[in-house]
């Protein structure tokens, strides 16, 4: 009988119009005592069956895999000029099965706007995940990142100088 502990943390790279672009270390699950919200990670999800009582299982913990949507929001979410409905992940493949890398498009204005789980896809360790530009600013799906929780409510600012208030600020990031 083998026992899972915990899973090894991941490294993804996330390139392009993200606020923070660079390697992320992501845990390699979250449980649900120990998840940050989860709303579109339904499908990336296993259950531990710890028994039966009465010939039903009981389900003793649940565990979440990070997602593209978890890799971008910890670079900090999207920019202005985030192009949702072109996302890139490149992922590479074992030699069992062929080797090389392979790659898929997603569109991530469907998971803000209808909440289609199906375009969160959960990553693996080596993951590239590219955020392309537009040339056209949307502030409305600026906001509704905002709303999902893809990008952060506020930012920590420092001001400094000749201000009537210096030091640090919290600021509204949706506005």
Known sequence: EV????????RVLVQGEVENPGVRILSGSFSVNSAPNKPFNTNSSTSIVSGTKDNIPIEKEVYYFPTVFDAIRTSGGITLFSDLTNIKVIRQTSISNGGGKIQTTLNFEEIITNGDAKQNIRIYDSDIIIVRKTENSDRTFLRRAVLSNLNPKFLNVFVTGRVNIPGKTVVSKAS
């Open 3 to 10: 026992s899972i502990l915990n899973y090894r943390r991941i």
